[in-house]
């Protein structure tokens, strides 16, 4: 299945040291080679990259693990295709607009019989059971609420939908709409904290490693969600089964 990457933050942050890692996993340390994608958020703005090539070897996936675009909210995705073609359309994450805002969504795992009738504005342009299930919670979401609502009860609505989702398969799924990034566990599915007092960590996929230190200040959060461990040497905290959490600000809020 695919894998997923988060970052959620209390001021832009570059997501270079976690991504080099996480694209080492499509085609050197693990065979998620049908595309990749990662969408940053700026402001009221997102900058979307997908290719249906490998990560690992991407021309455009190389623009990612050298240039520090910095965001508060990061989602990254690379795939190993359980329904759907390789194409470009079907490469997570996807993007659609609500009350006048960008959501962004990808997935890791595999529904089955679960393709709800379509009836608003939200409509796939590929054909993944990843695509459909994102544009129906769309869909709920805009029923649910007539206008964007606070932090709080945007978790409780998505806890509802993901719970009806779940039963049809597995559903890790990254959401963000740059305000928040939740973050839905089936199976695998674990995050770490970065704050104050910042230490040095290695990846795991790559002999490369860092001294967060020498890039932070003491008020600086970061939270990184990702479906293994990106780290050998940080504490990473697996989500439960069918858990649905919600980050602000580079904290895991409690509700």
Request: with cysteine; charged share 20%; proline share 5%.
């Amino acid at each position: 299945m695919c894998q997923l990457l988060g970052m959620n933050c209390n001021t832009p942050t570059d997501v270079t040291f976690s991504f080099t890692g996480f694209s080492q996993r499509a085609g050197r340390t693990g065979d998620h080679c049908d595309g990749w994608g990662i969408a940053f958020f700026e402001d009221r703005g997102v900058r979307l990259f997908v290719d249906h090539a490998r990560a690992v070897d991407s021309p455009i996936a190389d623009l990612i693990r050298n240039y520090p675009l910095k965001s508060q909210n990061v989602i990254a995705h690379i795939r190993k295709a359980t329904q759907g073609p390789v194409s470009l359309q079907n490469c997570h994450p996807f993007v659609r607009e609500l009350w006048g805002r960008y959501w962004v969504f990808a997935h890791n795992g595999d529904l089955k019989d679960f393709r709800p009738r379509l009836h608003a504005q939200f409509r796939p342009v590929g054909s993944t059971d990843s695509e459909h299930a994102f544009c129906w919670i769309m869909q709920e979401l805009a029923k649910s609420h007539a206008t964007v609502p606070c932090v709080e009860e945007l978790t409780r609505t998505l806890r509802e939908l993901a719970g009806v989702i779940a039963p049809h398969g597995t559903f890790n799924f990254l959401l963000s709409n740059g305000q928040a990034l939740w973050a839905h566990a089936s199976t695998n599915l674990c995050y770490t904290e970065r704050r104050h007092p910042f230490a040095q960590a290695h990846l795991s996929d790559e002999d490369l490693s860092i001294d967060f230190s020498q890039h932070t200040t003491p008020a600086d959060r970061v939270a990184v969600i990702v479906t293994a461990p990106l780290t050998r040497d940080e504490p990473w905290t697996p989500f439960a089964h069918n858990e649905l959490k919600v980050f602000v600000d580079g904290a895991a809020l409690a509700i």
